[in-house]
């Protein structure tokens, strides 16, 4: 499948800082549209139905992967997530960036749908900086960090089947990294619209 806007996938263990730097890279550029994937979890902090996630129940995630809503849905720390077909290809079609932050699972079934998703992993600078991330973020219970950081390994084994990794340690520095690859596919979209263009052919090179 070809849309005419570019797909990008952002997957990290949780606390790495994935949704910072998602939120920050939206907040400097606007064709950046997000996928708001459906969820069985319970909202945390200050999250709200229809921004972070759509929360629904488990009957509602059911009727949806039967209705075969769901480009991609998986398991993750005990709980359902998934992203609505609908939605994302209704964005693409119209021509937006779609960034997609969902786990290592979902990202390798985008790839297999949309070969030319861009898929970036982002890790942290080591454990002791994840576990003081989750614990400053402070929006988990002790039980659930210990179970994000226990699946964290298991997670960063897929880094090498990403794209691109970008050590997020200094936050600036991480989200310049996430713009620098933003930007390289943008350009590279459009040379193989140049190259397929009529102008381009009318220079009638051998
Ligand atoms: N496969 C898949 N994973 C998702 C989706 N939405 C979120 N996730 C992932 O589920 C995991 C848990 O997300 P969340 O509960 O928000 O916790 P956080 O990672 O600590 O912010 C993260 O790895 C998310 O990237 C989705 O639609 N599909
Ligand atoms: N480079 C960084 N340096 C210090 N703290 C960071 C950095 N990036 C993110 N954080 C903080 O770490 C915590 C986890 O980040 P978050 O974006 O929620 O992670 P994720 O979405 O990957 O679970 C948040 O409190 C966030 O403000």
Do not use: C
């Not at 999250?47 to 949806?64: A, I, K, P």
């Not at 849905?73 to 079609?93: C, D, F, L, P």
């Not at 390994?153 to 691109?164: G, I, K, T, V």
């Amino acid at each position: 499948m070809q849309y005419p806007g570019n797909l990008f996938v952002v997957a990290a263990p949780s606390g790495a800082g994935k949704s910072s730097l998602v939120k920050a890279l939206m907040e400097l550029d606007t064709r950046v549209a997000p996928s708001i994937s459906h969820t069985t979890r319970a909202p945390r902090g200050q999250e709200l139905h229809g921004r972070e996630y759509y929360f629904v129940s488990n009957e509602t995630f059911d009727q949806m992967v039967i209705q075969n809503g769901f480009l991609e849905w998986a398991k993750v720390h005990g709980n359902r997530y998934g992203t609505s077909k609908h939605t994302i290809e209704q964005r693409m079609a119209q021509g937006a960036d779609v960034v997609l932050e969902i786990d290592f699972q979902g990202a390798i079934q985008v790839k297999r749908i949309f070969p030319n998703a861009v898929l970036v992993f982002i890790l942290p600078p080591s454990w002791e900086e994840l576990r003081s991330r989750l614990e400053r973020r402070a929006e988990d219970t002790a039980e659930v960090i210990e179970v994000r950081i226990q699946n964290a390994s298991a997670e960063m084994a897929h880094a090498h089947e990403f794209d691109f990794v970008i050590i997020n340690e200094l936050f600036e520095r991480a989200l310049f990294d996430l713009k620098a690859i933003v930007h390289a596919q943008r350009l590279k979209f459009a040379a193989q619209r140049i190259a397929r263009s009529d102008t381009f052919k009318a220079l009638n090179i051998p």
